[in-house]
Structures are given as C-alpha cells and as structure tokens.
C-alpha cells in the first residue's frame, strides 16, 4: 500500500470545490439549452466526486481515469445494478462530448428531455456519493 497523504482534508476539499463549480455551471449550460455540454459538466461532477471519496477512503492520490465505473470499483463502493448502469452511461457523456466522431451523434441525442432525464440522475448520484464521504 503506498503511504498515505499528508493533506487529505485539503485534497478532498479541492475536488469537492471544483465538482461544486462544476455543478454550477452543469446547469447554467441546461438553461442556455446546450444540453450536450449540460451532461458533460454532470461526468465531471460525478468524476470529482469519486475521486474526493477516493482520496477520503484510500488516503491516496484519485487514479488518473475518466471512466466513472472503474473509478467506483476501485474505490470499492457498494453500488446497486442501477448506479452502475448509470455510471457507466454517464461516463459516455465525457467521450461524446470531447471527440469530433462522436459529437453530432451526441449532440442529436442530447434532447431536453434527455438532459433532464440525465442531469435529474446526476443530482441523485451527487447527494449519494457525499453522503459517502
């Protein structure tokens, strides 16, 4: 196991500050209905999250990963079959919204029904993920 960190609270405290202002911004972009950007907010809000309760559980440094599932896996949380499907879902959200050959696709699919449904998960995921913490 590697040593633990000296400034836990401090780590942890930073990814939480910026996933707030991030959560902020997820939902300024709904309103201004860019939705596509809307949901990729929402992955790294979930993102920096996961890594503030990595950093509080493990006492190490978050791993470098975009991918919402293997970040929860290595955490070790305990995650219903839902939270995992959402997780990985979302995760699509960073890829869709980030590469060219992706974004026409993503941005189609990125209704306003489709941003609520999703950013109504998000928030869900959010309150549960701190109450990790």
């Given at each position: 196991?590697?040593?633990k960190?000296?400034?836990?609270?401090?780590?942890?405290?930073?990814?939480l500050?910026?996933?707030?202002?991030?959560?902020?911004?997820?939902?300024?972009?709904?309103?201004?209905?860019?939705?596509?950007?809307?949901?990729?907010?929402?992955?790294?809000?979930?993102?920096?999250?996961?890594?503030?309760?990595?950093?509080?559980?493990?006492?190490?440094h978050?791993?470098?990963?975009?991918?919402?599932?293997?970040?929860?896996?290595k955490?070790?949380?305990?995650?219903?079959?839902?939270q995992?499907e959402?997780?990985?879902k979302?995760?699509t959200?960073?890829?869709?919204?980030?590469y060219?050959?992706y974004?026409?696709?993503?941005?189609?699919?990125?209704?306003?029904?489709?941003a609520?449904?999703?950013?109504?998960?998000?928030?869900?995921?959010?309150?549960?993920?701190?109450s990790?913490?």
């Open positions: 196991m590697k040593d960190l000296e400034n836990t609270d401090k780590i942890v405290k930073h990814w500050d910026s996933a707030d202002n991030n959560y902020t911004t997820m939902q300024n972009l709904f309103v201004s209905k860019d939705y596509n950007w809307s949901l990729f907010m929402g992955h790294l809000v979930i993102e920096k999250i996961l890594k503030a309760v990595y950093v509080n559980k493990l006492q190490q978050a791993i470098f990963t975009h991918d919402l599932l293997r970040l929860s896996s955490i070790g949380l305990e995650m219903t079959d839902e995992q959402w997780l990985d979302i995760t959200f960073n890829l869709n919204a980030r060219d050959n974004k026409q696709d993503f941005y189609k699919l990125c209704t306003e029904e489709f609520n449904t999703w950013l109504s998960r998000i928030k869900i995921l959010v309150k549960w993920l701190k990790q913490l």
